[in-house]
């Protein structure tokens, strides 16, 4: 994982022709149009193409002599009238671009473009894009054996002046080592914004070497000796150190933390010993699971991911599951749902959720245990959380190959994009009370990675 600072790259011409965030979207104002990041898979290689429409509904959208073509995103996240495309690279800095509706109804890019650090989730504060990774901290807060104690390393993009900064790592106020007071660094997963407050879930992640080297090795529970590596090995997003204890030592537990302003420092953290983290993961990306219902309550989902650890004593007993912070507090109340025993043989889990609107809320079910081999992200199931029910969605297409990154919230209706294997992919209208889901708008392309709405900007 990479620190420094958000580096502008060159900047381009935002007008050349051809050329939620998780959080969903909510409510078109009639003004505006839908778009769509959609991939294009040619004989000739692959293509990124920006496209727009006027429904989700119906209809047959096309890129043919349509929209903008630009390097693609691993995110498109729509914020406050502006399209971001975030850019994930394995340990190394991704490139961010934003775009926007012009008046002539056309996609625009705008004229920055910046490499920002790598990042691992991010969220939304006001007029900010927040990107967060877990890496190592300045060489001046390095321990007498050179271990670099892991750091808290934010990108914030604003997205209406078009600037960027990152946060000052230098006085050691963000380090995430001993984050939660066993020793273990932590990463955040996603950040939620209710008032002025962020709620961000803490995912431990073990001990660095850093932590592992401190005092004498004061924070390696009896009995996880094992776990520390002697040499440096795997590759990937599985990469370790020498002398590092990958994976957490505690794997019946979850924590928030909650911090009261975008500065991120000196949050408020809360526990509770029901579900396990709270994230859904793939590879290095951890996804957002702490979402804010309309009520204002805080639901903290988990996936229990810790079920695929290898080792037993890394392994979560807990079941995946659902747990609430009542709106205007500061802990977790009683409430508590079994989500996995509503499941399919009362073993399979989530990869990622959003809510849908009221108490209800979207999720991307796996279609066998987390503990089986090679889970398939590709059923959805609508969550009601007021009665604490669980229903898969009916009325998708069977040959699903991936589902989309974003989702929109109107009418009673949430909307996700669904791509299909050797057809056009297509927005799903799923209502959330029913679980039925109807065909909307389809593109003639090979997939919908993400879309939203936006208003022209004057």
Not at 4 to 13: E, N, R, W
Not at 102 to 124: L, V
Not at 145 to 170: A, C, D, H, M
Request: aromatic residues 10%.
């Amino acid at each position: 994982m990479f620190a420094g600072a958000v580096i502008p790259a060159v900047a381009l011409c935002g007008c050349a022709e051809n050329d939620n965030p998780d959080s969903p979207v909510t409510g078109g104002d009639g003004e505006g149009k839908f778009v769509f990041a959609t991939t294009i898979q040619g004989t000739n290689g692959v293509a990124y193409d920006l496209i727009t429409g006027e429904s989700l509904d119906d209809g047959e959208l096309t890129t043919v002599n349509n929209g903008l073509v630009n390097p693609g995103a691993t995110q498109w996240v729509f914020h406050n009238n502006y399209l971001y495309a975030l850019a994930y690279n394995q340990g190394n800095a991704g490139t961010t671009r934003s775009y926007i509706l012009g008046n002539d109804g056309q996609m625009h890019a705008r004229d920055i473009e910046y490499n920002i650090s790598r990042f691992s989730s991010y969220g939304t504060y006001n007029d900010d894009i927040i990107t967060m990774s877990t890496g190592d901290g300045p060489k001046s807060l390095a321990d007498k054996q050179g271990f670099l104690p892991k750091t808290l390393l934010i990108t914030y993009l604003n997205v209406v002046n078009e600037t960027s900064r990152s946060n000052n790592t230098s006085t050691g106020a963000y380090s995430m080592e001993n984050f939660l007071g066993n020793g273990e660094y932590v990463t955040l997963a996603g950040a939620e914004q209710s008032g002025s407050k962020l709620y961000c879930g803490a995912v431990p992640m073990g001990l660095s070497q850093y932590g592992v080297a401190y005092e004498d090795r004061k924070w390696v529970r009896p009995g996880y000796e094992h776990l520390v590596h002697e040499e440096a090995g795997g590759s990937g997003s599985g990469t370790y150190k020498a002398g590092e204890l990958v994976g957490t030592q505690y794997p019946d537990e979850c924590w928030i933390a909650i911090y009261d302003n975008e500065n991120m420092t000196n949050p408020t953290l809360i526990k509770t010993n029901k579900i396990s983290s709270p994230c859904g993961r793939f590879k290095s990306q951890y996804y957002q699971t702490v979402w804010a219902a309309e009520n204002g309550d805080i639901y903290v989902f988990s996936s229990s991911y810790a079920k695929t650890m290898t080792d037993p004593g890394q392994k979560t007993t807990l079941p995946a599951g659902v747990c609430r912070i009542p709106a205007g507090t500061s802990e977790f109340d009683d409430y508590y749902c079994n989500i996995e025993a509503q499941t399919p043989g009362g073993n399979r889990s989530f990869m990622r959720c959003w809510p849908a609107g009221g108490n209800s809320f979207l999720m991307i079910m796996y279609d066998r245990p987390l503990t089986e081999k090679n889970p398939a992200a590709t059923e959805l199931a609508i969550f009601d959380a007021s009665s604490k029910k669980l229903t898969y969605v009916s009325g998708l297409p069977q040959n699903i190959s991936s589902i989309g990154k974003t989702v929109y919230v109107q009418n009673g209706n949430v909307y996700i994009p669904i791509n299909v294997e050797n057809e056009e992919p297509a927005v799903y209208a799923i209502n959330t009370t029913t679980a039925k889901a109807i065909k909307g708008v389809s593109i003639k392309a090979t997939e919908i990675n993400g879309f939203g709405y936006l208003t022209p900007i004057k």
